[in-house]
């Protein structure tokens, strides 16, 4: 059985597992499932009140769980995959326990050939959260885990080279990109919650669309 396979059957059983994405190592676990949310939440030492995104391998397969408005859809087709988090009104399916009571839910579809075969093979949504105890330093080497986050992991994925390209984050619960944190948007209310990633292109899409 191959490591994404032993992966794959972790997170249907509802364990964790370590992923590498563009930015940092991720946290994964079945996103649709509550009690295997509220370990993610019991390992980061991550505050309840903060709601977690969720990872999908495509912007049709992320559709199954939002309410995506036309002008939604078209912003995810433009800026997806990618470090930009997409906020959308969620469906039944999606657990109060990930989104922290709120009616919306992060939409990621991460930029890395293994996070999305992870994604793809898992067959659910899956958390996306950096791998990291709340407050210390994301990890973009496996040499950086946090030894908590290691013993946790059921199995954890080697990405092989540092993930992203310059400083390391310190203090994310976010899998962030090039030493700036991904863009949070509300495209309905046209809202940019986060300035981070593309912040820029972003702004300008939601001005001329």
Request: net charge negative; aromatic share 4%; glycine share 6%.
């Amino acid at each position: 059985m191959s490591e994404l396979d032993r992966a794959a059957d972790a997170i249907e059983s509802g364990a964790l597992v370590v992923y590498p994405t563009e930015t940092v190592y991720g946290l994964a676990a079945a996103a649709l499932e509550p009690n295997a949310v509220e370990r993610v939440f019991e390992v980061k030492g991550r505050d309840r009140s903060k709601p977690l995104s969720l990872a999908v391998p495509s912007v049709p397969s992320a559709l199954q769980y939002v309410r995506a408005t036309e002008r939604e859809r078209r912003f995810m087709a433009t800026f997806l995959p990618g470090p930009v988090t997409v906020l959308c009104r969620r469906r039944e399916a999606v657990p109060d326990e990930l989104t922290a009571g709120r009616d919306r839910v992060g939409v990621r579809v991460p930029d890395h050939d293994l996070a999305l075969a992870l994604c793809e093979r898992a067959g659910t949504p899956i958390t996306a959260t950096s791998a990291n105890v709340s407050g210390r330093e994301s990890a973009r080497r496996l040499a950086d885990l946090d030894p908590e986050i290691r013993e946790a992991a059921a199995v954890v994925l080697d990405g092989g080279d540092e993930q992203g390209s310059s400083a390391r984050q310190t203090g994310s619960d976010d899998c962030e990109t090039d030493g700036t944190e991904s863009t949070v948007v509300n495209v309905s209310s046209e809202t940019i919650h986060r300035r981070g990633a593309q912040a820029a292109e972003i702004e300008a899409w939601l001005e001329d669309s």
